[in-house]
């Protein structure tokens, strides 16, 4: 049985932009809903793992002493009582995301022995490579030496980051390429979705890797044969 641990673990190796095709081939939402816009990259990776993916865990952060934090403690139990691969999705509290980083070397060390797989944080983010040493992947603004007052603000309600609105639970993924949120419904659909995704695909590439000198006509009948799918 394809439980959900072991399909994330397999989506694990497919790219970021083949699930949001896959998604796409669904026709279950508009197409670009939940697709990260420009204007984070990512800063570190895991080698073992091309595509990050797990159940997002949402919070607003602040880096000053313009919003009050919550207790760490209680985060950090939130944090460590979820199942899963999880992923954090931090957005600001603040309107200023150049006041301070939203985290750096011990919060990802601290993170990822709770469970955590990665980070996503619409700010800045320090220590990369302390990170990168780690496996923590980081998909984030960018990279800012100061260190400001870094603090959760709340934590377990939506949060939107770069026009993709996002809950805790729900199913996110990133890699170089960008990031993408989905209600937890739709993982055990993803695999029907790159199944279609390879049978529109599959006969350009064949026609492609069979013809020395593809021609228009040949690659409109391949084109055609795919579309039957």
């Known amino acids: 049985m394809l439980t959900d641990a072991i399909l994330l673990e397999q989506l694990r190796?497919?790219?970021?932009?083949?699930i949001e095709s896959?998604?796409?081939?669904?026709?279950?939402?508009?197409?670009?809903q939940n697709v990260f816009a420009p204007g984070l990259t990512q800063l570190t990776r895991n080698p073992k793992s091309p595509t990050t993916i797990g159940y997002a865990i949402t919070a607003h952060m602040g880096t000053t002493k313009k919003t009050e934090?919550?207790?760490?403690f209680d985060w950090l139990t939130f944090v460590?009582?979820?199942?899963?691969?999880?992923?954090?999705?931090?957005?600001?509290?603040?309107?200023?995301t150049e006041?301070?980083?939203?985290?750096?070397?011990?919060?990802?060390?601290?993170?990822?022995?709770?469970?955590?797989?990665?980070?996503?944080?619409?700010?800045?983010v320090r220590?990369?490579?302390?990170?990168?040493?780690?496996?923590?992947?980081?998909?984030?603004?960018?990279?800012?030496?100061?260190?400001?007052?870094?603090?959760?603000?709340?934590?377990?309600?939506?949060?939107?980051?770069?026009?993709a609105n996002i809950e805790t639970g729900h199913i996110v993924a990133f890699d170089a390429d960008g990031a993408l949120?989905?209600?937890?419904?739709?993982?055990?659909?993803?695999?029907?979705?790159?199944?279609?995704m390879k049978a529109r695909t599959q006969p350009v590439l064949d026609y492609l890797n069979r013809s020395a000198s593809p021609t228009p006509a040949g690659l409109a009948a391949a084109q055609k044969e795919g579309s039957k799918h």
């Open 127 to 163: 220590d990369t490579g302390a990170l990168a040493k780690i496996n923590f992947p980081v998909f984030a603004q960018g990279t800012m030496l100061r260190h400001g007052v870094p603090h959760v603000v709340d934590y377990g309600q939506p949060v939107q980051i770069r026009g």
């Open 99 to 124: 006041d301070g980083v939203l985290f750096g070397q011990i919060s990802s060390r601290i993170f990822a022995r709770l469970g955590v797989q990665g980070a996503i944080a619409n700010g800045f």
């Open 69 to 72: 934090p919550v207790d760490s």
């Open 22 to 32: 896959a998604i796409g081939l669904l026709e279950v939402r508009p197409r670009n």
């Open 80 to 96: 460590s009582h979820l199942s899963g691969p999880k992923v954090l999705c931090l957005a600001p509290a603040e309107t200023n």
């Open 13 to 18: 190796q497919v790219p970021a932009s083949q």
């Open 181 to 196: 949120a989905f209600p937890v419904e739709l993982l055990r659909r993803i695999p029907e979705g790159l199944a279609r």
